[in-house]
């Protein structure tokens, strides 16, 4: 029994033991097989994409064939962005018309800091002033900034908007407003995606190359000059208007986290308001920074702020000489407190605003003074619309 169980063990695993072998070699091999077909039809597949992306018209393939394929969509929106632009050859590079595009935000940045190496541009580059506008809804000042723009060279300036994802702006196809929504992500006041908000608005509108000056502007800011003024003022002036100063306070310094050492220095830590204009030069090094945003992202939490403080003290400890460190917005902090005055209907009198624009002191400008010392200014509730509207001919100058 136990002899021939055991011959019969043996020869069962014998024979066992050749059927494995030729299993495992059949399976290796069909393995192999199937791989190499689906090497094969997946070669063919996507090198049968990007030439009909090329050879034919782009967007041939509607948005439902793309999305049967969501392994290529990377591959078909990146390639259909280069047919578009093809197609639309060097207007692409001056000033491109459509502000949608489906690049995530280390895309969107890393392509919006490529940097000509050659400095002279084939095409009559008029320098534009991009104004992004960084809200969460509604813009209830749209009218007051239809009349600010109304009439001006649309090849002076550009319009950006960032809202909660979710919000439509909606205006007529008249309006300077018009399909200018960004792809945009939510923000939650107080934490870093405050400055990535602001990051990404400055990558969108970098790709525009004639994008010049950049301003960061809130649903509850206006303009308090008229446009040739503000461009002026902006092209003409060989420096940023970032604020960046030493607050030795709790609120300033108290916000410094030992952790950022030695990268960053509490003698390097700057405050700021967060509604800055920079010029490209310093815009496309704040996007291209990501070690610095790293260190605000990981230690400048609870109570920090990295919207006071990132693009200050950043821009403070490489870029100083870019910059004239005051802000063109001007905000009233006389009240004290948290947050600044806000400004309704009966606050706006044609005294008050002329006030704005000058109380006889001047600011630094260039090499020189000026006085002029804001462009803009915030807060306003929608109630002084209105009144704003009726001064705006009168003092404002639009
Ligand atoms: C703008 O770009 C988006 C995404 O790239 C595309 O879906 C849309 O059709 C474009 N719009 C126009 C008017 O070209
Ligand atoms: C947009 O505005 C128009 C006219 O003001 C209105 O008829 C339409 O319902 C609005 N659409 C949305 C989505 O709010
Ligand atoms: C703007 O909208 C109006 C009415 O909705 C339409 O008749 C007109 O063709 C549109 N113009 C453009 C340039 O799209
Ligand atoms: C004018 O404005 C500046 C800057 O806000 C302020 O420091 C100064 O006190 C103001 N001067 C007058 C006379 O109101
Ligand atoms: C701006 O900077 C350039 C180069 O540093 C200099 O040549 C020019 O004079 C400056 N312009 C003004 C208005 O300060």
């Not at 605003?353 to 002191?361: E, I």
Request: glycine fraction near 6%; include cysteine.
């Amino acid at each position: 029994m136990r002899s021939r169980t055991g011959r019969d063990e043996i020869d069962y695993s014998k024979w066992s033991g050749v059927l494995k072998d030729l299993s495992i070699g059949l399976m290796r091999s069909l393995c192999f097989l199937i791989v190499f077909v689906i090497g094969i039809v997946v070669g063919l597949l996507s090198g049968s994409h990007v030439d009909r992306y090329f050879t034919l018209e782009p967007y041939t393939l509607g948005p439902n064939q793309a999305s049967l394929n969501p392994s290529s969509m990377c591959i078909n929106s990146v390639v259909g962005t280069i047919a578009a632009e093809d197609r639309n050859s060097m207007e692409s590079f001056s000033s491109p018309k459509n502000v949608s595009h489906g690049m995530s935000d280390e895309e969107l940045l890393w392509r919006a800091s490529l940097v000509p190496e050659n400095a002279r541009y084939p095409f009559d580059r008029m320098p534009k002033i991009a104004f992004m506008f960084l809200t969460r809804g509604p813009l209830p000042f749209l009218p007051l900034w239809e009349r600010f723009f109304d009439g001006q060279d649309v090849r002076k300036y550009s319009i950006y908007v960032h809202a909660n994802p979710e919000f439509q702006l909606n205006v007529s196809n008249s309006s300077v407003f018009y399909k200018r929504q960004i792809p945009s992500q939510y923000v939650e006041w107080g934490t870093v995606s405050l400055v990535d908000a602001e990051r990404r608005l400055l990558g969108n509108a970098l790709l525009d190359f004639s994008n010049e000056r950049f301003v960061l502007l809130s649903e509850s800011c206006i303009p308090i000059y008229n446009f040739p003024t503000v461009y002026k003022y902006l092209v003409k002036s060989n420096y940023s208007f970032l604020d960046s100063y030493v607050d030795p306070s709790r609120y300033g310094q108290g916000r410094y986290n030992r952790q950022m050492r030695p990268d960053i220095r509490p003698r390097d830590w700057r405050k700021g308001s967060q509604w800055f204009e920079m010029n490209r030069a310093l815009a496309i090094k704040v996007i291209a920074d990501t070690k610095y945003y790293n260190l605000f992202k990981r230690y400048c939490t609870h109570d920090c702020y990295p919207d006071e403080h990132y693009m200050p003290t950043f821009v403070h400890m490489f870029h100083e000489r870019l910059n004239d460190g005051r802000t063109v917005t001007y905000v009233d902090w006389s009240l004290g407190g948290p947050h600044p005055a806000s400004f309704g209907a009966k606050d706006i009198t044609e005294s008050y605003m002329r006030s704005l624009r000058n109380n006889g002191t001047t600011c630094s400008y260039n090499k020189g003074t000026s006085r002029v010392c804001y462009l803009f200014a915030r807060k306003f509730e929608p109630s002084a619309l209105k009144p704003l509207l009726e001064v705006a001919s009168k003092v404002l100058e639009y």
